[in-house]
């Protein structure tokens, strides 16, 4: 079983600040790409950033146009965690935010995409 638990979602004024964290857990053999994807209501989920494995905690990062300069993801290879810390937020930005994993089981398993169930993100006018 393999699972992404979300959190650091939650109420804020326009301007300010949240920090979200995804830890996969579980029978994980590799992990490589996780990012972060957001919903808002009557809307498609959109990709907000995402992070390739490499050397160390870096990778190859993407970032969706709306969030550049503001949002930074990065990730903790050694703890199976990746991080978006959001700055300046505005009201546009309330969603709820997914996390999502490229995963393998074992050696010989394929590349699954796992999800996380999302956290609740609300910025105040």
């Known amino acids: 079983q393999v699972q992404l638990v979300e959190s650091g979602g939650g109420l804020v004024q326009a301007g300010g600040s949240l920090r979200l964290s995804c830890v996969a857990s579980?029978?994980?053999?590799?992990?490589?790409?996780m990012g972060w994807y957001r919903q808002a209501p009557g809307k498609q989920r959109e990709l907000v950033a995402t992070?390739?494995?490499?050397?160390?905690?870096?990778?190859?990062?993407n970032y969706a146009n709306s969030v550049k300069g503001r949002f930074t993801i990065s990730r903790d290879n050694a703890k199976n965690t990746v991080y978006l810390q959001m700055n300046s937020l505005e009201p546009e930005d309330s969603a709820v935010y997914y996390c999502?994993?490229?995963?393998?089981?074992?050696?010989?398993?394929?590349?699954?995409?796992?999800w996380g169930q999302g956290t609740q993100v609300t910025v105040s006018s």
């Open positions: 579980g029978s994980i053999f590799s992990i490589n790409s």
């Open positions: 999502k994993a490229e995963m393998k089981t074992s050696r010989l398993s394929y590349l699954y995409v796992y």
């Open positions: 992070i390739t494995s490499g050397g160390g905690s870096g990778g190859i990062i």
